[in-house]
C-alpha cells in the first residue's frame, strides 16, 4: 500500500491568496483527519470526517477553512485567503473503524505551508 | 477539554533505558496511543493500550493506568537513531468518538 498521499509537499503564497490541500486516504479507512502542527500549538485536529461525512469540525479555526470530502479516495483542505500566522506543516491521517470508533491512524507526509 | 501533559524535553546516553511520562485528565478517554515523530517527518504509530498494564513490543514498552490518567513509554537498549519527538495521545471518547487528542511532544535527544 503507497499509504496516505498528500499534495504538495510544500508551498509557499503571498498573504491572502488561496491554498488548497490535497489527501488521498489509505484505500479502505473509514476516517481521515486534517491536523496542523506548529511549535508553539503542536499538533491540532482541524476536522475529521468519517464515510466522507465530517463529524466534527470544531478545530478548525475560522471561516477562511474549508474541507471536502467528495469521496472515499480524496479530501481538500482549502484556506482562503491565507494569512501569514496560518504557516504550518499540515498532515492529513487515515483509520480505518475499530471497536471504539476509529483505530490507529497513519499519516501521511505533511504539507509545509509558508505564508508570506 | 482534554489536557495530555508530557516533559517537553529529555536527554538519555545510547544503550541506556528511557521513561517517558504521560498525565491526562480520566474522564472520557478511552485509550492512548504513542506515537514517534523524527524532525521533517510524520508522526508514526508505535503502541496503543486500551486496558491497564504493560504492553511491550521489541525495545519499546508501554503502560497505561486509567485509574491514575496515567501512562509511560519505555524505550530500552537506546539507539541514536530513537533521537525524536514522543507524542502521547488520547483517543476521545466522548461527543467526537474515535478522535485522538495529542500531547506537545517529548523531545528525546541520544547522546553517545
Known amino acids: 500500500d503507497a499509504g496516505v498521499i498528500q499534495s504538495p509537499r510544500h508551498e509557499v503564497t503571498e498573504m491572502g491568496q488561496e491554498v488548497t490541500l490535497r489527501c488521498k486516504p489509505i484505500s479502505g479507512h473509514d476516517y481521515l483527519f486534517w491536523y496542523r502542527q506548529t511549535m508553539m500549538r503542536g499538533l491540532e485536529l482541524l476536522i475529521y470526517?468519517?464515510?466522507?461525512?465530517?463529524?466534527?469540525d470544531s478545530g478548525m479555526p475560522e471561516d477562511r477553512f474549508s474541507a471536502k470530502m467528495p469521496n472515499a479516495s480524496f479530501s481538500t483542505l482549502k484556506i482562503q485567503p491565507s494569512e501569514p500566522r496560518d504557516s504550518a506543516v499540515y498532515f492529513c491521517?487515515?483509520?480505518?473503524?475499530?471497536?471504539?470508533?476509529?483505530?490507529?491512524?497513519?499519516f501521511g507526509p505533511g504539507t509545509r505551508l509558508t505564508v508570506l | 477539554g482534554q489536557n495530555i501533559d508530557q516533559p517537553t524535553e529529555m536527554t538519555a546516553t545510547e544503550g541506556a533505558i528511557v521513561q517517558i511520562n504521560c498525565t491526562y485528565q480520566t474522564s472520557g478517554f478511552n485509550g492512548l496511543f504513542w506515537y514517534q515523530q523524527h524532525a521533517g517527518e510524520a508522526p508514526t504509530f508505535l503502541s496503543y493500550n486500551v486496558l491497564d498494564g504493560l504492553e511491550e513490543k521489541g525495545r519499546f514498552s508501554s503502560f497505561l493506568s486509567r485509574s491514575k490518567g496515567y501512562s509511560y513509554l519505555l524505550l530500552k537498549e537506546l539507539q541514536m537513531k530513537d533521537s525524536a519527538s514522543y507524542l502521547c495521545?488520547?483517543?476521545?471518547?466522548?461527543?467526537?468518538?474515535?478522535?485522538?487528542?495529542f500531547g506537545k511532544g517529548t523531545k528525546l535527544s541520544v547522546k553517545p
Open positions: 495521545a488520547g483517543m476521545n471518547y466522548g461527543g467526537s468518538q474515535g478522535n485522538l487528542i
Open positions: 470526517f468519517n464515510n466522507n461525512v465530517p463529524i466534527d
Open positions: 491521517a487515515s483509520s480505518p473503524a475499530g471497536v471504539y470508533g476509529t483505530d490507529t491512524q497513519y
